[in-house]
């Protein structure tokens, strides 16, 4: 597969398989993203990966606290900024409105979006998941270095054939994930991936985010 197929086809899996994952190829496959950019070659960012009876504990310590509270904790960092300004805004609503038409839920009916939502929390069935790690101290380079590691993981799972959902919801319930991990002081998590083989035939897969056009988002100068 080249590079551009990747980009092409990489989606936001939100259904999966339950097939496992073979640990010498999460091993190989996190190996090769070690390749990523980043500046200075700080590399900063280290993963914590859970399958198994670890990825279910995950789940259960999340469980208790969405119950009480469906969207988690407050966080100091939020998902998005306060009062997201067009065309911003527009966009990140719409791609929701999508997805919910893709799964057949109105706008409506709340308490099935909320359940469709706790979904998240259970890595969408995903087999794996996968917590990046970054220390706080790290300034506004370093997190989008960590970004393009992301980036480079979820790219080197198409070629493999696998899937995969990048999920900064999991920074709600960072508090919980920090004591669970036996983070060091200055740790975080950032965000979380979901991690396995798509499930192709479910209808939340077909969705397609929409993108803005080269035009609106570029200004070629000296061309």
């Known amino acids: 597969m080249d590079v551009s197929k990747a980009v092409e086809q990489r989606i936001s899996t939100r259904a999966f398989t339950p097939d496992a994952l073979d640990e010498a190829e999460v091993r190989d496959w996190l190996a090769k993203a070690q390749r990523a950019p980043s500046g200075g070659n700080t590399q900063p960012w280290r993963v914590i990966v859970v399958t198994g009876d670890a990825r279910d504990e995950v789940i259960a310590k999340a469980a208790p606290i969405l119950r009480e509270n469906h969207a988690g904790q407050p966080t100091d960092r939020p998902i998005y900024p306060k009062d997201l300004w067009e065309p911003h805004e527009a966009r990140r609503r719409r791609v929701g409105e999508m997805m919910y038409e893709a799964l057949g839920i109105p706008k409506s009916d709340r308490p099935a979006r909320i359940a469709w939502f706790s979904n998240n929390f259970k890595f969408f069935g995903a087999p794996v998941g996968l917590f990046l790690v970054i220390d706080e101290r790290m300034g506004h380079g ?31 319930l960072r508090p919980m994930l920090k004591a669970h991990f036996e983070l060091g002081e200055t740790e975080m998590v950032w965000c979380g991936m979901a991690v396995g083989h798509p499930d192709r035939s479910h209808p939340v897969n077909t969705l397609r985010a929409e993108r803005a056009s080269v035009d609106e988002i570029a200004d070629l100068r000296g061309f």
């Open 142 to 172: 370093q997190w989008g270095h960590a970004g393009m590691y992301l980036q480079t993981l979820a790219l080197l799972a198409e070629e493999r054939g696998w899937g995969t959902c990048m999920q900064e919801c999991w920074g709600v």
